[in-house]
């Protein structure tokens, strides 16, 4: 290369116009990069042993925001949801919409006293709930109150041995831990201890029929029960690693798409910090 060849590129490549073009491109790297971390990845550190071992206690994660993250979950993901109350918690999706699950009672998954098998919805079904069990109408309540407002319904429990209603008064005689049980607090109380009410009951009836609690939902507005609806979100049931020591999906009842964040993914190799 001539000398003035040599020149006319050190000229250019030092020249205003080229300096301002890199640092333009700089500039927008930056953006870029800071929009990244903004709205698509996002690195967070898990302040609990909740997924221990999949995720110590303090260990830096990324987090996936993109609509395509977040709308293609299946089975094993771990995600990023964020409860009515406003709580951040990462949990692993052990049943999707549509499927069937069963915890078995003193299994591996905890919690249960006894085993359950349910139906996870999906957008558009309907679910009718004088045919769910004791466990998918506590889920189904929930639901219902996340959907429609949770002030606007109210459960009401009545106490049955096959087809002949008992007295409601038979549950003051049983007791849950130490304590007797309220006529009042039975209405609200979850499936688990419900089935525990059922089982001193049963002791104490004659007769082979089975005791049970039925439970209705009904409006506060107007007082009409509630037999069915629509589920407005696809669904889904989320765990924890510490067994029944966190909140998840067995106490909480279904996370709804809505309430799903991100999706935990690899970090970024092109991501620097």
């Known amino acids: 290369m001539t000398p003035e060849k040599q020149i006319k590129k050190l000229l250019h490549e030092t020249s205003p ?100 098998k349910f139906y996870i919805p999906k957008a558009g079904d309907t679910l009718f709930l004088d045919h769910l069990n004791d466990v998918s109408f506590d889920y189904a309540s929930n639901l219902v109150r996340e959907q429609e407002g949770i002030r606007k319904f109210r459960v009401e429990a009545s106490l049955w041995q096959g087809n002949h209603e008992l007295s409601l008064d038979r549950v003051g005689r049983t007791r849950i831990g130490a304590r007797p049980v309220g006529l009042r607090e039975v209405h609200g109380l979850p499936w688990q201890e419900l089935y525990l009410i059922q089982l001193q009951i049963q002791r104490e009836e004659p007769g082979s029929n089975r005791i049970q609690i039925r439970r209705q939902l009904f409006n506060m507005k107007d007082s009409i029960e509630l037999k069915s609806f629509v589920v407005k979100e696809d669904c889904y049931f989320l765990t924890c690693s510490k067994r029944s020591r966190c909140p998840d999906s067995r106490e909480l009842g279904f996370f709804t798409q809505s309430q799903i964040l991100g999706r935990l993914i690899q970090k970024p190799a092109f991501f620097p910090f």
């Open 17 to 116: 116009g080229r300096t301002l073009f890199y640092a333009f491109v700089l500039i927008l790297m930056v953006l870029l990069a800071i929009m990244v971390r903004l709205y698509a990845i996002e690195p967070l550190v898990l302040n609990d042993a909740s997924m221990y071992p999949l995720i110590p206690e303090g260990k830096r994660v990324w987090v996936c925001k993109l609509p395509y993250c977040i709308e293609k979950v299946k089975t094993g993901d771990i995600l990023l949801v964020k409860r009515p109350g406003g709580e951040l918690q990462l949990r692993r999706v052990k049943a999707g919409p549509g499927d069937s699950l069963e915890i078995v009672a003193d299994g591996q998954e905890g919690a249960f006293i006894a085993t359950r």
